[in-house]
């Protein structure tokens, strides 16, 4: 079985600063990708970024971009220019790489981003 | 990405009692997921809804609580029986999609509060 760990319960930035969510994994799969979604009070949940473990580039949208360790199992978030819509749950998500289709998403506990104005 | 919708949105129910939460996509998918988010918590999957065939749980979910339909590729069901109020929560369903077929989509969720 596979863990997501977040450490960062909450976290809060000015606008348009840049902010890190960190996530670290553990998983003896080899392949499988990584997700970041995004949860605002609206709570319907939206893809931010996705990793393809066998892909050494980091994956990027955007504002949005990646930093994957894959020896540390470790999978941050780097949000640029933060802005107010910002303001969300975010969630790191593993999805083992399945043979018959996708498998469901073992999600971490959580960072609650604040952007200030 | 395809376009799920949930019903009901919200319902407030008596313990006790059961509830059919509705999952609608706009396309057929292939594979499609139920989750729990408990208040303040993140998401638990409950199971894959298999098209044709009884659905997969995961460890600490079982069918006579949580029974699951799934009779064609853009419908499922989940039911949640015999209501406590530690079953208060929101329950998402997801589709798999994207180009390569390995990105998760959700809908909107449903929040059960039960009393």
């Known amino acids: 079985a596979q863990t997501v760990t977040q450490s960062q319960p909450e976290m809060s930035v000015q606008e348009a600063e840049t902010v890190t969510l960190s996530c670290t994994y553990d998983?003896?799969?080899?392949?499988?990708?990584l997700f970041w979604y995004k949860q605002p009070p609206s709570r319907q949940m939206i893809l931010v970024i996705r990793?393809?473990?066998?892909?050494?580039q980091n994956a990027t949208e955007n504002r949005f971009s990646v930093n994957f360790q894959k020896a540390a199992k470790s999978f941050s978030l780097k949000i640029s220019d933060s802005q107010l819509g910002d303001t969300a749950m975010y969630f790191c998500?593993?999805?083992?790489?399945?043979?018959?289709?996708?498998?469901?998403?073992?999600f971490g506990k959580g960072t609650h981003l604040i952007i200030q104005p | 990405s395809a376009v799920i919708s949930q019903k009901p949105s919200r319902d407030i129910c008596q313990r006790g009692t059961s509830l059919t939460i509705q999952c609608q996509v706009d396309?057929?998918?292939?594979?499609m997921f139920w989750y729990r988010q408990q208040p303040g918590q993140s998401l638990t999957l409950i199971a894959t809804?298999?098209?044709?065939?009884?659905?997969?749980?995961e460890s600490g979910f079982v069918i006579d609580k949580f029974p699951i339909s799934r009779p064609n590729l853009t419908f499922s069901t989940l039911t949640v029986s015999n209501m406590s109020p530690e079953d208060s929560s929101i329950y998402l369903c997801?589709?798999?999609?994207?180009?390569?077929?390995?990105?998760?989509?959700f809908g909107p969720g449903t929040r059960l509060t039960v009393l």
């Open positions: 997801s589709v798999v999609g994207g180009p390569s077929h390995n990105e998760q989509f």
């Open positions: 998500a593993f999805m083992k790489r399945s043979g018959g289709g996708a498998d469901g998403l073992t």
């Open positions: 809804a298999n098209q044709g065939s009884e659905a997969t749980y």
């Open positions: 998983t003896s799969e080899n392949n499988y990708y």
């Open positions: 990793q393809e473990a066998y892909k050494q």
């Open positions: 396309s057929q998918v292939t594979m």
